[in-house]
């Protein structure tokens, strides 16, 4: 499961600026950390998961901030709204409503007026947002760099909101990526991982893929306790060092 929790640990409310996109037909809105406008900043756009842009994210985009970075976090949900309870099935509902070709317009209206702005942009998504950010790396020419948490690769059953393979698009890859995932995410599946990695240096595109073992799904945390601490500190150094070295 992906990043449900509201409490996250030394999050306190972070000066965050409100912001609006123009998407694809309808007003995106958006936190932004260390944002200034006129000043061509390295951005990073964060994607987020099937819970929205909780608390988890809005607590990274500051963490992003105070690493030089200007953050903006969307709210990819915006067409079907706050979810009706903080469950998974209340999220897996409204997912299930959510259009990735819909998304995805929203996403490259945002990095087009970010890129106008003179400003170097990459993503950083986990799950859903890690898919749609391999998804938007084959789509948009201006993406700098891409940092995926457990994206899903291969779209083993499409539908009409999800008609997409990211498999299949990897000869289109614009930006570097970073990938991380899960030896224990049965959901991904490691093996679809190692199948698009294997993809992608065929075509010669750039990627760097690390499969940690013994986690699973949605593993990333700031806190350093439990099984995940390790491989979320490790990921999360390697992330920042790769987002300033693609970013400037």
């Not at 995926?148 to 990897?170: L, S």
């Not at 294997?198 to 350093?224: C, E, L, R």
Request: proline share 8%.
């Amino acid at each position: 499961m992906c990043h449900q929790s509201e409490d996250v640990a030394g999050y306190n409310v972070p000066a965050e600026q409100q912001l609006e996109f123009a998407g694809s037909g309808q007003t995106i809105p958006a936190y932004a950390y260390g944002y200034k406008q006129g000043e061509p900043q390295p951005t990073v756009i964060v994607l987020h998961d099937i819970f929205g842009a909780n608390k988890f994210y809005r607590d990274m985009g500051q963490r992003l901030a105070e690493a030089g970075f200007a953050a903006i976090l969307p709210d990819l949900f915006v067409r079907q709204g706050p979810l009706a309870q903080n469950s998974p099935q209340a999220a897996f509902a409204r997912s299930g409503q959510h259009s990735f070709p819909v998304a995805l317009e929203d996403i490259r209206a945002i990095v087009d007026k970010l890129s106008s702005e003179g400003r170097n942009v990459g993503f950083i998504g986990f799950c859903m947002g890690g898919t749609l950010a391999l998804l938007a790396d084959a789509r948009i020419p201006q993406l700098k760099a891409a940092v995926v948490y457990y994206g899903f690769p291969v779209n083993a059953h499409p539908t009409p909101n999800r008609p997409f393979n990211p498999i299949d698009e990897v000869s289109q890859l614009h930006a570097p990526i970073l990938g991380f995932w899960g030896e224990e995410d049965m959901g991904v599946g490691p093996d679809n991982v190692r199948a698009y990695v294997a993809a992608a240096k065929q075509a010669g595109k750039s990627i760097d893929a690390t499969i940690y073992p013994g986690v699973g799904h949605g593993f990333m945390t700031f806190s350093s306790e439990g099984p995940a601490a390790k491989p979320s500190e490790e990921s999360w150094v390697r992330a920042i060092q790769f987002l300033k070295e693609r970013l400037g």
